[in-house]
């Protein structure tokens, strides 16, 4: 019964935001997803809708607008997908204020508040005149994050990180992080291995 009404829940949200799905997708056929500009601001606008209304509105819209977005997960208030290359697989948390690039995210992940996923490329090159070149979607590339991580809050992440490893809060990821350690730091430096189930002591 319980997930009978949160499917009907979904749903209805998902009817809800037809509008700017509509939108989202009509501006990807149009350019041939060579432009994020109305995606951009529907993501900005859903994600100012607050608590749990806001919640399953948010995964409504992602659901049908990236890639990929399960709908067992929670997008928390404030964040933000900056492109809809993203993938989000299931029962990831999202906390406030969160943004996210391209970026692939592995089930069972915690993403904490105030925590930004930045896509892996660099998306600017110095031009000839010697001025940053201008954003352009063909200079994404996605960020792999695995299964079961657990990135703390604050963090910045350009980098890929393994299955079941932890990034301690307020560090800062530029180099790719193998499973199953704790790092913490900027740059992040190893603290130990983590505990997981089965492993012997």
């Not at 109305?38 to 993501?43: A, H, K, L, R």
């Not at 913490?184 to 002591?201: C, E, Y």
Request: hydrophobic share 40%; aromatic share 10%; proline share 3%.
């Amino acid at each position: 019964m319980r997930q009978f009404i949160k499917q009907s829940l979904i749903i209805l949200s998902q009817i809800t935001m037809s509008p700017l799905i509509v939108a989202c997708k009509i501006e990807e056929w149009l350019t041939k997803g060579n432009s994020e500009s109305v995606f951009g601001f529907c993501s900005h606008v859903v994600a100012l809708f607050p608590g749990l209304p806001g919640a399953f509105l948010r995964k409504a819209f992602y659901s049908l607008t990236l890639e990929y977005c399960s709908t067992d997960c929670h997008i928390g208030f404030g964040t933000i997908f900056a492109h809809r290359s993203a993938i989000v697989e299931k029962h990831v948390y999202f906390g406030m204020y969160t943004i996210i690039g391209s970026a692939r995210i592995g089930e069972y992940s915690l993403i904490g508040s105030r925590s930004s996923i930045i896509s892996r490329n660099a998306l600017h090159s110095m031009g000839e005149d010697g001025h940053w070149t201008a954003f352009t979607i063909d200079s994404v590339a996605r960020t792999e994050i695995g299964s079961n991580v657990w990135i703390g809050e604050g963090c910045t992440v350009a980098a890929n990180i393994g299955d079941s490893s932890q990034i301690g809060s307020g560090s800062v990821v530029s180099t790719d992080i193998k499973g199953g350690i704790l790092v913490t730091g900027n740059p992040p430096r190893f603290i130990r291995h983590v505990d997981l189930p089965g492993n012997s002591k």
